[in-house]
Every structure is written in structure tokens, then in C-alpha cells.
């Protein structure tokens, strides 16, 4: 019995030797190819692929576009400021307000509404007045940094001390989570354009 449990341990030895021993070939015939892989010189190749100056080409592809090219030239705010001097001074500020909100690099859902001297969003503390009327542009979502405003002053109104008391006062990170990359101040006719907001819109 003893004998024959000592052969049972012995082939069972002899077994797992040879299964170790399979497994110790198979590594060195395993480590081969991953040293083939570093000698097969397709690293090169693929520093050849620097030849993808395609890819700097497609840069320029859009650039050619253009309203690509306008769109990285020209930021947000400059593109809403060019729209608002290009209106029509008369125009009453809620519908300036209106026609801004709906330019096309607005990429968000949003809205006009008309707004009384006092405390106004992006301003702290600070009380907007001396304007007769004004209105409010900006997303009906609070996440964006951007809210713009178009004010209209009386007649012989300092519009110079009224652009002065917006920009010491506006708080570009009045959202707290996040800032705007710009503010605008800029007067066409009785009419105060005032606008924090990034760059650009992400879609």
C-alpha cells in the first residue's frame, strides 16, 4: 500500500515537473515575439507618419471655411457688440435685446426681459441706475457665465460715468462655478450695451 501510494506521489511529482517545465518553454518562445515587436523597426514607420502634415492641413481646411475663420477670430462678445452698434439708435432697448439673443453663435435656449433700476445680475451689491429702461439677454439656464444687458438713458445723461459704474461693478464670476472670459461696455447713441460672457460656445 505504501508502495503504491509513493508511486501515485512520485508520477504526480513527475507530472507537475513536466507541466512547469512546458510552462518554462513556452515563456522563453513568449518573450521572442515581444522582443520582435520592439525590433521590428515600424516605429519609424510611424515617426514617418509625421507626413501627416494632413492634419495641420485639416487645421487649415476650416480656416478656409468662412465662417470657421470668423468664428476663431472674432469671440462672442465682439460679434454681439458689432450687431448691437450696427442697429439702429432709436431702436427701443427690449428689442435690441431680442434681436442680440437670437444671433447665431448663441448655442443655448434663451430670452429677453425688461428690467427696472436696482440690484441686477452680475453686479453684487451694486445698484444699477440712472437709465429709463433697460432690458436683460442670457440663457434661461444659470450654468453659463453670460448675461448681457441693453440700457437706455435720458437725455444728457453722462453715458461715460454710467459705463464706468458697470464695468468697476461687474463680478465676471457672479455664477460662482463660473467666469466670464470677457466684459463689454460700449454706448451707440442713448443706448448701453454691457455684456459679460466666454469666448466662445461650446455646441
Keep these: ?18 507541466a512547469c517545465g512546458n510552462k518554462e518553454e513556452q515563456a522563453p518562445e513568449a518573450t521572442p515575439n515581444p522582443t520582435e515587436a ?14 501627416v502634415t494632413e492634419a495641420p492641413e485639416a487645421t487649415d481646411a476650416p480656416q ?6 470668423e468664428v476663431s477670430g472674432e469671440s462672442l462678445g465682439q460679434t454681439l457688440l ?11 432697448a427690449y428689442t435690441m435685446a431680442e434681436t442680440l439673443i437670437t444671433n447665431e453663435k448663441i448655442l443655448f435656449m434663451g430670452g429677453a426681459m425688461e428690467v427696472e433700476p436696482g440690484l441686477l445680475s452680475g453686479f453684487d451689491n451694486y445698484e444699477v441706475t ?11 439656464m444659470g450654468s453659463i457665465a453670460f448675461v448681457g444687458y441693453i440700457f437706455e438713458l435720458p437725455e444728457g445723461a453722462d453715458a461715460d460715468a454710467f459705463m464706468t459704474g458697470l464695468k468697476d461693478n461687474a463680478n465676471p464670476r457672479w455664477q460662482i462655478c463660473v ?6 461696455v460700449e454706448a451707440n447713441g442713448n443706448k448701453v450695451f454691457f455684456l459679460m460672457s466666454p469666448l466662445t460656445l461650446e455646441q
Design 82 to 92: 458689432a450687431e448691437f452698434m450696427a442697429m439702429d439708435a432709436s431702436t427701443d
Design 179 to 184: 467666469a466670464a472670459d470677457e466684459t463689454i
Design 38 to 51: 520592439p525590433v521590428a523597426t515600424e516605429a519609424p514607420e510611424a515617426t514617418e507618419v509625421p507626413e
Design 64 to 69: 478656409e471655411d468662412g465662417n470657421q475663420g
Design 130 to 140: 440712472g437709465f429709463d429702461k433697460g432690458a436683460m439677454f442670457g440663457p434661461m
Design 1 to 18: 500500500m505504501k508502495k503504491l501510494v509513493l508511486t501515485v506521489l512520485a508520477l504526480t511529482l513527475a507530472f507537475s515537473m513536466t
